[in-house]
T-cell receptor, first 114, second 114 residues
Framework: NAGVTQTPKFRVLKTGQSMTLLCAQD?????MYWYRQDPGMGLRLIHYSVGEGTTAKGEVPDGYNVSRLKKQNFLLGLESAAPSQTSVYFC?????????????FGPGTRLTVL | GNSVTQMEGPVTLSEEAFLTINCTYT??????LFWYVQYPGEGLQLLLKATKADDKGSNKGFEATYRKETTSFHLEKGSVQVSDSAVYFCALSVTPNTGNQFYFGTGTSLTVIP
């Protein structure tokens, strides 16, 4: 039972390159989230999904796209990476019932854009 | 809107000292409140939660009481250990809430020295 996994763990990109981060879960949860964590800023929500085939924008969506083609996977894409996207990215999942349920987090992806 | 404000860090304490990390919130609707902990190199883990006013969440010697009158959810521990060194995040989730979004504070880094 792996819970929430993220691929890759580390990545270095050059400005303008593209990449996709993968979040996978075996918890069968409906909600999935992508956050970025920056010093002094805490966690900021990029995009989220309330179910397979649905996505919605969070607080800081610009420069990112997402897809949820399968319930267990949530992909975060950077089409043209910028240095401002250097950050640690966390995926989280949560079950359907109620607003006070726990969010379960993956281990994070550290991305550096040069 | 919904937001969380927590005390600035970093906080450095000697082993067995008393810990308080302040957290206050603003919320529309009916918030549930959470403390998450992040150990070095890992994702966030739920430490404790409270879902209604006057509830006390507790876990691993940590406690926090949901105070509606002061809109606060301060984290306390009577005697910290070196193993408590981590970053602590206060968070809230509001009902009703599209996508069950969580709102996180900026985090407070705690270092406990022997």
């Amino acid at each position: 039972n792996a819970g929430v996994t993220q691929t890759p763990k580390f990545r270095v990109l050059k400005t303008g390159q593209s990449m996709t981060l993968l979040c996978a879960q075996d918890m069968n949860h409906e909600y999935m989230y992508w956050y970025r964590q920056d010093p002094g800023m805490g966690l900021r929500l990029i995009h989220y999904s309330v179910g397979e085939g649905t996505t919605a924008k969070g607080e800081v969506p610009d420069g990112y796209n997402v897809s949820r083609l399968k319930k267990q996977n949530f992909l975060l894409g950077l089409e043209s990476a910028a240095p401002s996207q250097t950050s640690v990215y966390f995926c989280a999942v949560m079950g359907l019932a109620g607003g006070d349920n726990e969010q379960f987090f993956g281990p994070g992806t550290r991305l550096t854009v040069l | 809107g919904n937001s969380v404000t927590q005390m600035e860090g970093p906080v450095t304490l000697s082993e067995e000292a008393f810990l308080t990390i302040n957290c206050t919130y603003t919320a529309t609707g009916y918030p549930s409140l959470f403390w998450y902990v992040q150990y070095p190199g890992e994702g966030l883990q739920l430490l404790l939660k409270a879902t209604k006013a006057d509830d006390k969440g507790s876990n691993k010697g940590f406690e926090a009481t949901y105070r509606k009158e002061t809109t606060s959810f301060h984290l306390e521990k009577g005697s910290v250990q070196v193993s408590d060194s981590a970053v602590y995040f206060c968070a809230l989730s509001v009902t009703p809430n599209t996508g069950n979004q969580f709102y996180f504070g900026t985090g407070t880094s705690l270092t406990v020295i022997p």
